[in-house]
């Protein structure tokens, strides 16, 4: 079973850009399906991106066009790429793996998004 720890979140301007990464421990992170999710303050957690084993790749409406995940098997890593970034994007971010009847999450990392 992986273990998963997230950096490169902070505070960015509207309209900026921000990377996140998620770096994976373990040997199986390849047969594993990423996800990155967010929580703000008051709302529930949702779905941001997700990549699977077989680098399909999906988006939630809000980020389609601005947020691109991806992942380096060999680097045992996903990157969350964030454009055009929006206040309404403020929240944690964490980062999720998914294989059969596991589920492993991130600590999470902060992104801000104001002026």
């Known amino acids: 079973q992986v273990q998963l720890v997230e950096s490169g979140g902070g505070l960015v301007q509207p309209g900026g850009s921000l990377r996140l990464s998620c770096a994976a421990s373990?040997?199986?992170?390849?047969?594993?399906?990423m996800n990155w999710y967010r929580q703000a303050p008051g709302k529930q957690r949702e779905l941001v991106a997700t990549i699977t084993s077989g680098l399909s790749t999906n988006y939630a409406d809000f980020v389609k066009g601005r947020f691109t995940i991806s992942r380096d098997n060999a680097k045992k890593t996903v990157y969350l790429q964030m454009n055009s970034l929006k206040p309404e994007d403020t929240a944690v971010y964490y980062c999720?793996?998914?294989?059969?009847?596991?589920?492993?999450w991130g600590q999470g990392t902060q992104v801000t998004v104001s002026s």
């Open positions: 373990g040997s199986t992170f390849s047969a594993y399906s």
């Open positions: 999720n793996g998914k294989r059969l009847v596991y589920s492993v």
